[in-house]
């Protein structure tokens, strides 16, 4: 056979790497061919012991974004109205002498920092990033937590003793999967790392399980479901409660191994008597029946698990829910145990790099200066930030620091947010786009791509559904004239809160980088091969990971971090809101209600630039259910205008019977409408803000986390109304 002399040239130049998608929580594995400096492709690595092959569409916005003309690939400053190129020691050198400036006249407090999700997806950012956050001595420390997971975190603070306590669904063994406000095969998994979540969920079908979802819409998993339930947003801790009322009723309550060790059973059995299924049902949109069969399956199988997301947080009841999820599985003896809600042994404890991070589990230690919201795990929540920046007085905002975030899209009224950030003296932006957000710097520090770094899950192998470690080196090398994001991060701390006599050896140890704090915290973990203690060097001999088995029972009582030693089932802040509850099964419901919506191909503000993200039909749509559009005399397509407390949008409709009556879905992270962002594709595919009609007052009052489902609105026709055929439809109609 003859090879001709220019494919085998092209031979030598193709080269495979094998790499981690760091777009997901799934951190699945791939396999990136390039040619010299181009991508030539991604796909799924089947040697991955964790997701043997599988990749999403995202997957591909690796390339995108690496190539990405917009992608900033060095420093801007603020110059007049826009920006100019800098050099890096031009702009570390002004991104520093702002804020040390703002802090010396104003103290401390008057520089805030906001983090964003990419942060739990970047390893320097964690290493590098997180104790800079702590060390600036702020209290104004705000991130996507407070958007997100904050009320899990609380109800793990209050019943395990830390917040990081939070139990994974043994996805791969469990014979019944309650899902309460998730949707894993969009998202693909949330606290709950496992790639493939369809092959997964049909796996557990397969071997005789059941998957049931609470969800006010009839989502991707819910179709791949054996039951979907709809529930009124927000409503979750009734059904819950009522749920716990069926079980003990029927005498399904058991504590199992745990019972020594789990205090509050009669507080719960308790208050749960005052929520019957019957006397839910109206309020939650949930038939009593329903509630009582789903209780009783889920307290007689011998493997179930309830499992709760983004739904039953980011909702004016988050931390209720997400407690009462945990007490669910709590009194049905499913915390801790085989096919339950379990606790991983990662190759790094994650309450340890916590700990070395400087971030303390605790909860209302101190209260925000304007609204008095609490702390969490030393942070404040983002719904705050807007007024920490707009009223005058000691402690007020005048810089901010963001590293890997895009709050203008992803906060509670983010108009209200933008326009604070517009005042600002100082903000200094570690991002690689000119986008919503960044566009208020003064000074922008890009870091290299995410082909460019080396990859180790430190934040999310804590949440995998089978122990897993792997370590993944750069595709690409970082250029002369580009920075990691932790050679920055270094910068800003040298600059910023080490001594000067003590910068020198700070700079030498931290411009390392992350590895070597990675290789000390794998050999000091619990894990080892072959009589061989875990290290880097073990992981470079796998490179395509290590799968270190499946999750163990019985990690508790020992690693509890409670006080005493116990479980809480009950913390009286819980029960005295709980109780709280019962006044409002009698309060009207408001007519409609705005919930979120991902798909396959975004993550959240940030992959609108890609192409292949955006390709196809428009996504950002408003979901209207047949009624509410008939109601207000709404055609398919119809351009209409959706209004809240706080704003409005105009948006087109999709008519569907996937949303419940009385519900309206939005997904969040679009409206690229904005001037002078540098995101040329996005701006073709702006779509419109979810946030700009969510309300910073609408939160879970508990852990002041945004609730971004359940938000009160209104729906106005913006064409010529469409003849309609019910009077109560022209009623509406003409009202509006
Ligand atoms: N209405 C509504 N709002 C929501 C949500 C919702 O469901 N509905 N979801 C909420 C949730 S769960 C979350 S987590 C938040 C997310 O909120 P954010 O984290 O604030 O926003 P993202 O859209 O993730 O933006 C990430 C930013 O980080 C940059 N970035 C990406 N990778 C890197 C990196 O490696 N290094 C650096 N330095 N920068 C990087 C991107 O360019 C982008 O600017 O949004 C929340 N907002
Ligand atoms: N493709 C894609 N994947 C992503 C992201 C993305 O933007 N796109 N974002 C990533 C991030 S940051 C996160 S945090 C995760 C989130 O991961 P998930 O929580 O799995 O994803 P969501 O789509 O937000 O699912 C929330 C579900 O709750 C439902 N819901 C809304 N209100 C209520 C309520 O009151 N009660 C109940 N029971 N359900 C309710 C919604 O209809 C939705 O189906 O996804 C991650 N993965
Ligand atoms: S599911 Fe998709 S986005 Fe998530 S890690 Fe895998 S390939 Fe990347
Ligand atoms: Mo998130």
């Known amino acids: 056979m003859v090879v001709s002399e220019a494919a085998l040239a092209e031979a030598e130049m193709t080269r495979r790497h094998v790499a981690t998608c760091t777009l997901c929580e799934a951190a699945c594995g791939i396999v990136v061919e390039t040619d010299g400096e181009r991508v030539v492709s991604i796909r799924g690595d089947h040697d991955d012991p964790a997701s043997r092959g599988y990749v999403c569409p995202k997957a591909h916005a690796m390339g995108e974004l690496h190539h990405d003309p917009d992608r900033l690939r060095r420093p801007l400053v603020r110059d007049g109205a826009g920006f100019r190129e800098a050099s890096w020691d031009e702009a570390l050198r002004l991104a520093i002498e702002g804020f040390a400036r703002v802090r010396r006249e104003h103290g401390r407090d008057a520089m805030a920092v906001y983090y964003g999700n990419p942060v739990a997806h970047n390893l320097g950012l964690i290493t590098h990033g997180m104790p800079l956050t702590r060390l600036l001595r702020t209290r104004n420390v705000c991130s996507a937590s407070s958007t997100d997971q904050a009320p899990q975190m609380l109800a793990a603070e209050k019943m395990l003793g830390h917040v990081g306590m939070i139990p994974v669904p043994d996805l791969d063994r469990t014979e019944l999967l309650l899902i309460v406000g998730a949707n894993p095969l969009v998202s693909n998994g949330s606290l709950l790392n496992a790639p493939d979540m369809k092959r997964r969920l049909r796996e557990l079908r397969a071997r005789g399980g059941k998957v049931i979802v609470i969800d006010p819409r009839h989502t991707e998993t819910a179709q791949a479901a054996d039951e979907h339930v709809f529930v009124r947003p927000g409503t979750d801790a009734l059904v819950l409660l009522a749920m716990i009322h069926a079980l003990v009723e029927a005498g399904l309550v058991r504590l199992g191994r745990l019972a020594p060790h789990v205090e509050g059973l009669e507080t719960l059995e308790a208050l749960a008597r005052a929520f019957s299924p019957s006397r839910v049902a109206a309020r939650t949109g949930v038939p009593a029946e329903t ?160 082909l460019q770094r080396a990859h ?156 292949a993200m955006v390709k196809g039909p428009a996504r950002c749509t408003l979901l209207v259910h047949p009624d509410d559009a008939k109601a207000r005399g709404l055609r398919e397509g119809a351009l209409v205008e959706l209004s809240s407390r706080t704003g409005r949008v105009t948006v087109p409709i999709e008519i569907s019977s996937e949303v419940m009556p009385g519900v309206v879905s939005l997904p969040h992270g679009w409206g690229h409408t904005r001037e002078a962002t540098r995101l040329s594709v996005a701006r073709a595919h702006a779509g419109v803000s979810a946030n700009d009609v969510t309300d910073e007052r609408f939160l879970d009052r508990l852990s002041g986390n945004a609730a971004f489902n359940g938000v009160s609105v209104e729906l106005r026709s913006l064409g010529a109304p469409l003849d309609v055929d019910t009077p109560e439809a022209s009623a509406a109609s003409s009202d509006s």
């Open 291 to 450: 509630i009582t069969r789903i209780a009783y399956e889920f307290g007689r199988s011998r493997r179930s698990v309830a499992y709760g997301r983004l739904g039953a947080c980011t909702q004016e009841h988050g931390t209720l829910a997400s407690w009462l999820i945990m007490a669910l599985n709590v009194v049905c003896a499913r915390l801790d145990e085989v096919g339950g809600a379990m606790f991983t042994t990662p190759a790094v404890d994650p309450l340890d790099v916590l700990r070395l991070a400087g971030m303390s589990s605790g909860y209302d230690r101190w209260r925000s200066r304007v609204r008095g919201l609490p702390e969490l795990m030393g942070e404040l929540p983002i719904a705050t930030l807007a007024e920490e920046i707009e009223t005058p007085g000691r402690g007020q905002v005048r810089a901010l620091l963001t590293l890997a975030g895009n709050p203008a899209l992803s906060a509670p009224n983010g108009p209200r947010l933008e326009h604070a950030l517009g005042t600002l003296e100082h903000v200094v932006c570690v991002d690689a786009f000119l986008n919503e957000t960044t566009r208020h710097a003064h000074v922008i520090l890009p870091p290299v791509s995410p």
């Open 456 to 611: 180790y899950d430190l934040a999310l192998h804590v949440f995998s559904v089978r122990n897993a470690a792997k370590h993944a080196p750069p595709v690409f090398s970082r250029g002369p004239d580009e920075r990691h994001d932790w050679e920055i991060l270094a910068h800003l701390t040298a600059g910023l809160v080490v001594p000067k006599g003590l910068r020198h050896a700070y700079l030498a140890a931290a411009l390392r980088g992350p590895e070597p704090i990675v290789d000390l915290a794998l050999r000091a973990g619990p894990h080892g091969l072959r009589g061989r203690r875990l290290s880097l060097r073990v992981l470079r001999d796998h490179p395509h990971g290590l799968d270190l088995g499946p999750l163990e029972a019985g990690r508790l009582p020992a690693r509890l971090y409670t006080r005493d030693r116990r479980i809480h089932l009950a913390p009286s802040l819980f029960v005295r809101e709980a109780e709280a509850l019962v006044a409002s099964l009698e309060t009207p419901v408001p007519a409609l209600v705005l919930i979120g919506r991902r798909h396959l191909r975004s993550n959240n503000s940030w992959l609108h630039n890609a192409p």
